[in-house]
């Protein structure tokens, strides 16, 4: 059974950093591109970031370009995603989801961590 | 970027109905179009991918049709599990990007 359980969420301040972690289980984690998205509160869905199998090609939204990192370690199952100079617009529960061997959908998805940027 | 539109936020219906969930994109995406289903307290599961696709495990009660600009999610015979949120999602080019999303909720 696929598992995605994330986690790292939680209070920080305007322009501090904070870093997301995802722990995969249940499929062979180095084999599948990896995805980071999120939903504020009461908004849609909007894709973050996305990291193939190899770290080879990464992909980031607009909206947090220049200031988030995804990375993953495929030793330890885990994607990450790094996060600085946190806006109020940041504010979200941030869902780590798996891809697809093709194609930019996403499989599964985890329960999500939140993330509140607040002074 | 792509702009997709669920032109229904919410939709009432009732066991044993069957439904219709429209979904269109700004541009043509070709079928490269996935929906998703949230429940609460549950993660999101994918249903349907390249406009018409069954993921594994989807009831065949589902099905996804369209293609170009104009997608819909069709369920037939409800159940009650089904009532929840659905989403599409276009992936045919970067930003990938989600409609609003409609809200089936039980009548």
């Known amino acids: 059974e696929v598992q995605l359980v994330e986690s790292g969420g939680g209070l920080v301040q305007p322009g501090r950093s904070l870093k997301l972690s995802c722990l995969a289980s249940g499929f062979t984690f180095s084999n599948y591109g990896m995805n980071w998205i999120r939903q504020a509160p009461g908004k849609g869905l909007e894709w973050v970031a996305s990291i193939s199998s190899s770290s080879s090609y990464i992909y980031y939204a607009d909206t947090v370009k220049g200031r988030f990192t995804i990375s993953r370690d495929n030793a330890k199952n885990t994607l990450y995603l790094q996060m600085t100079s946190l806006r109020s617009e940041d504010t979200a529960l941030y869902y780590c989801?798996?891809?697809?061997?093709?194609?930019?959908?996403?499989?599964?998805w985890g329960q999500g961590v939140m993330v509140t940027v607040s002074s | 970027d792509v702009q997709m539109t669920q032109s229904l936020s919410y939709l009432a219906a009732s066991p044993g109905e069957s439904v219709s969930i429209s979904c269109k994109a700004s541009k043509s995406i070709s079928n490269y179009l996935a929906w998703y289903q949230q429940k609460p307290g549950e993660a999101y599961k994918l249903l349907i991918y390249s406009g018409s696709t069954l993921q594994s495990g989807t009831p065949s009660r589902f099905s996804g049709s369209g293609s170009g600009t104009d997608f819909t999610l069709t369920i037939r015979s409800l159940e009650p599990e089904d009532f929840g949120l659905y989403y599409c999602q276009q992936y045919y080019e970067k930003p990938w990007t989600f409609g609003g999303g409609t809200k089936l909720e039980l009548k």
């Open positions: 989801a798996k891809g697809p061997r093709r194609g930019y959908y996403f499989d599964y």
